[in-house]
C-alpha cells in the first residue's frame, strides 16, 4: 500500500522557517518524481515544486524559487521542503504527491499545515 506521510508544519512568524517531511512506503520511492502541492484556505491546489527521480533535477513555482528548497533522500525514502523567508501567503496545507509522470499524481499525503503569521 502506497503511503505519504507529511510532518514539519506549524506556525510561523513572517520570516522564519520551518522544514517539511515525506515519509514514504509501499513503493520504489527512488523511481518516481516527487511534488509539494499547497491549498491556501478556500483557494484550489496550487504546485510548489518538484524533484525527478534520476537526475534530482528541481522545480518551483515563481512565488517560492529562491526561497523553497526541494531535496530526497532516497536511502531513506524521505522528501523534503525547506521553507525559508516565510510571508503570510505561504500560509497553507502542504501535501506531498507522487507523480508518476510530469504534472500528473497518483498519490497524496494527508498534508501537514503550515501558518506564517504574527
Known amino acids: 500500500e502506497v503511503q505519504l506521510v507529511e510532518s514539519g508544519g506549524g506556525m510561523v512568524q513572517p520570516g522564519g522557517s520551518l522544514r517539511l517531511s515525506c515519509a514514504a512506503s509501499?513503493?520504489?520511492?527512488?523511481?518516481?518524481?516527487m511534488n509539494w502541492v499547497r491549498q491556501a484556505p478556500g483557494k484550489g491546489h496550487e504546485w510548489v515544486s518538484a524533484?525527478?527521480?534520476?537526475?534530482?533535477?528541481?522545480y518551483y513555482t515563481d512565488s517560492v524559487k529562491g526561497r523553497f528548497t526541494i531535496s530526497r533522500d532516497n536511502a531513506k525514502n524521505t522528501l523534503y521542503l525547506q521553507m525559508n523567508s516565510l510571508k503570510p501567503e505561504d500560509t497553507a496545507l502542504y501535501y506531498c504527491a507522487r507523480a508518476p509522470t510530469w504534472a500528473t499524481h497518483d498519490y497524496w499525503g494527508q498534508g501537514t499545515q503550515v501558518t506564517v503569521s504574527s
Open positions: 509501499g513503493f520504489t520511492f527512488s523511481s518516481y518524481d
Open positions: 524533484i525527478k527521480s534520476g537526475c534530482f533535477s528541481t
